[in-house]
């Protein structure tokens, strides 16, 4: 198991990184740049040209790892890791679709929110759909910490399961706003994932195959993606990786353990809240200088010193380590005996 695992996290960075030695210059040829927001902070404009759409790196080598190392759980009728794979995909043909539009426009506009929202609800729902007719779902709400179960109505958990998914997914795609900023948050998720599966056992190897075969694409990715970076995962990859998250959040039967694994992507998002909603109350005051959050450290908010994307990155990938390591400890006597 554990042999495993390990292949699947090298040949994830392998493929990823490999991919990206000749798709990065590609996406330069075709002139696919990322369109800049114009209120976006000033150093962000020196980026124009930078190619988006990187995110297929890591979404070809996890399909890889996928059916290679993972086809050994297939065999024995363990398809949760594909179940999860293709979720991830759906939400990165919603991604690619949003990319599309913005390139085909040259500007930061892709779908319509309301169009967006709507094929993001209706695959949450035919995922979970899949799990419970399959066995990986019940609706019986696990508490992490706690190690006990709440019954749930099998309607109400699907309705909540559908919003967690979604604002999973576009609270990972706000966190991707700075150089390297979503895959160094999402590398501590996923590795907390393949812990889980560790310390859960063999049964679970085909997530643990995904979760590990992830981490090793993303760190590929990051050749290209640290700051400076030569290319964006773009709303392709972004929504990849939500889909992912949530994907192996449910298909582990574990949804509330995303509040302490996704507390960057979740303070993200409030800040977006909050700054939006404060607007329209006060007529034009703000809360942050720039929302989301990263903008406001870059822009100096509150003490005035301007934080280096480096030192952002470093602070959302430490503080998500610190929750992962806590986050497997709520979890690690689920299946002690």
Same mark, same amino acid.
């Given at each position: 198991?554990?042999?495993?695992?390990?292949?699947?996290?090298?040949?994830?960075?392998?493929?990823?990184?490999?991919?990206?030695?000749?798709?990065?210059?590609?996406?330069?040829?075709?002139?696919?740049?990322?369109?800049?927001?114009?209120?976006?902070?000033?150093?962000?404009?020196?980026?124009?040209?930078?190619?988006?759409?990187?995110?297929?790196? *890591? +979404?070809? &080598? =996890?399909? @890889?790892?996928?059916? /290679? #190392?993972?086809?050994?759980?297939? %065999?024995? $009728?363990?398809?949760?890791?594909?179940?999860?794979?293709?979720?991830?995909?759906?939400?990165?043909?919603?991604?690619?679709?949003?990319?599309?539009?913005?390139?085909?426009?040259?500007?930061?506009?892709?779908?319509?929110?309301?169009?967006?929202?709507?094929?993001?609800?209706?695959?949450?729902?035919?995922?979970?759909?899949?799990?419970?007719?399959?066995?990986?779902?019940?609706?019986?709400?696990?508490?992490?910490?706690?190690?006990?179960?709440?019954?749930?109505?099998?309607?109400?958990? *699907? +309705?909540? &399961? =559908?919003? @967690?998914?979604?604002? /999973? #997914?576009?609270?990972?795609?706000? %966190?991707? $706003?700075?150089?390297?900023?979503?895959?160094?948050?999402?590398?501590?998720?996923?590795?907390?994932?393949?812990?889980?599966?560790?310390?859960?056992?063999?049964?679970?190897?085909?997530?643990?195959?995904?979760?590990?075969?992830?981490?090793?694409?993303?760190?590929?990715?990051?050749?290209?993606?640290?700051?400076?970076?030569?290319?964006?995962?773009?709303?392709?990859?972004?929504?990849?990786?939500?889909?992912?998250?949530?994907?192996?959040?449910?298909?582990?039967?574990?949804?509330?353990?995303? +509040?302490?694994?996704?507390?960057?992507?979740?303070?993200?998002?409030?800040?977006?809240?909050?700054?939006? $909603?404060?607007?329209?109350?006060?007529?034009?005051?703000?809360?942050?200088?720039?929302?989301?959050?990263?903008?406001?450290?870059?822009?100096?908010?509150?003490?005035?010193?301007?934080?280096?994307?480096?030192?952002?990155?470093?602070?959302?990938?430490?503080?998500?380590?610190?929750?992962?390591?806590?986050?497997?400890?709520?979890?690690?006597?689920?299946?002690?005996?």
């Amino acid at each position: 198991m554990t042999i495993k695992l390990i292949l699947a996290l090298c040949i994830g960075f392998c493929v990823s990184s490999g991919v990206g030695a000749f798709l990065v210059p590609w996406l330069r040829k075709i002139k696919a740049d990322q369109p800049i927001k114009e209120l976006a902070p000033d150093r962000h404009k020196l980026k124009a040209g930078t190619p988006t759409m990187g995110g297929i790196m *890591f +979404i070809v &080598a =996890a399909a @890889v790892v996928c059916f /290679t #190392v993972g086809f050994s759980p297939m %065999t024995e $009728g363990n398809w949760s890791h594909i179940f999860v794979l293709l979720f991830g995909l759906v939400f990165g043909a919603i991604g690619f679709l949003d990319d599309y539009e913005k390139l085909r426009h040259k500007q930061n506009l892709g779908l319509k929110a309301k169009s967006k929202f709507l094929l993001q609800l209706a695959a949450a729902i035919a995922f979970l759909l899949l799990l419970r007719f399959t066995g990986y779902l019940s609706p019986n709400l696990y508490i992490p910490f706690w190690n006990t179960y709440v019954p749930v109505s099998e309607p109400l958990y *699907f +309705i909540f &399961a =559908a919003f @967690v998914i979604v604002g /999973t #997914v576009n609270a990972v795609n706000i %966190t991707d $706003g700075v150089d390297g900023l979503a895959a160094g948050t999402c590398i501590p998720v996923f590795l907390c994932f393949t812990a889980i599966v560790f310390c859960w056992g063999k049964e679970f190897l085909a997530q643990g195959i995904f979760s590990a075969g992830i981490t090793g694409a993303l760190l590929g990715f990051l050749v290209y993606n640290f700051n400076p970076a030569r290319v964006f995962m773009g709303d392709t990859g972004s929504l990849f990786l939500g889909g992912a998250i949530a994907g192996m959040a449910f298909a582990l039967d574990v949804p509330l353990l995303l +509040i302490p694994l996704c507390i960057m992507p979740i303070i993200e998002t409030l800040s977006d809240i909050l700054q939006v $909603g404060y607007f329209k109350l006060t007529h034009g005051k703000r809360i942050f200088k720039m929302a989301p959050f990263h903008h406001h450290l870059e822009m100096g908010g509150w003490t005035g010193r301007k934080w280096k994307e480096k030192e952002i990155f470093v602070l959302f990938a430490s503080v998500t380590l610190v929750m992962a390591v806590v986050s497997l400890l709520g979890v690690t006597g689920r299946y002690s005996f």
